[in-house]
């Protein structure tokens, strides 16, 4: 088995939903695992592995007693907000399908995927999400106009993390 048919092999395992295969001949044994909890992914670029800085943090051991939360302040008649509200309701939030290293491009002299203000339709790839040193091709599931982007460009992305906002059409 070459390394073209270990590359075939891993592209059907993500793009077929199994959740493991093994294949083992006298020279070699492989073993490919998918990952059905996030769906079918797809790996179209090389992996780059990029240093993230290690963030700790110190809790005081002493337990710290809660204020209870100031009562709403009545309306003042400014209502501006309401409007905002009532306008970003129509808005989709795209939230990341998996836990992983956000990208905007497939590299970084490349063009964005998706720009504000851009028009997209069910299918298109806005971003890569890189997982275990897998590049994750993360395609649209709406058609609309991308409103603003909400996270930045090789940021650390959890799991249902909001990551665009769109205008639906």
């Given at each position: 088995?070459?390394?073209?048919?270990?590359?075939?092999?891993?592209?059907?395992?993500?793009?077929?939903?199994?959740?493991?295969?093994?294949?083992?001949?006298?020279?070699?044994?492989?073993?490919?695992?998918?990952?059905?909890?996030?769906?079918?992914?797809?790996?179209?670029?090389?992996?780059?592995?990029?240093?993230?800085?290690?963030?700790?943090s110190v809790e005081s051991a002493a337990?710290?007693?809660?204020?209870?939360?100031?009562?709403?302040?009545?309306?003042?008649?400014?209502?501006?907000?309401?409007?905002?509200?009532?306008?970003?309701?129509?808005?989709?939030t795209f939230k990341s399908p998996i836990?992983?290293?956000?990208?905007?491009?497939?590299?970084?002299?490349?063009?964005?995927?998706?720009?504000?203000?851009?028009?997209?339709?069910?299918?298109?790839?806005?971003?890569?999400?890189?997982?275990?040193?897998?590049?994750?091709?993360?395609?649209?599931e709406h058609n609309g106009k991308i409103?603003?982007?909400?996270?930045?460009?090789?940021?650390?992305?959890?799991?249902?993390?909001?990551?665009?906002?769109?205008?639906?059409?």
């Amino acid at each position: 088995m070459d390394f073209k048919q270990i590359q075939e092999l891993i592209k059907l395992v993500s793009k077929s939903g199994i959740s493991e295969v093994s294949i083992e001949t006298e020279e070699m044994k492989v073993k490919v695992k998918g990952n059905l909890a996030y769906g079918p992914q797809t790996n179209n670029a090389q992996p780059v592995f990029i240093p993230q800085p290690i963030q700790t943090s110190v809790e005081s051991a002493a337990p710290v007693s809660k204020a209870p939360a100031p009562a709403p302040a009545p309306s003042s008649g400014d209502e501006s907000e309401a409007p905002k509200k009532e306008a970003n309701s129509n808005l989709i939030t795209f939230k990341s399908p998996i836990v992983g290293t956000f990208y905007r491009s497939s590299g970084p002299d490349k063009e964005p995927f998706v720009k504000v203000g851009d028009e997209i339709s069910v299918g298109d790839v806005l971003c890569i999400i890189e997982a275990m040193k897998l590049f994750n091709e993360i395609e649209s599931e709406h058609n609309g106009k991308i409103v603003k982007i909400l996270i930045d460009d090789a940021s650390p992305v959890e799991f249902e993390q909001p990551l665009f906002l769109i205008e639906p059409r």
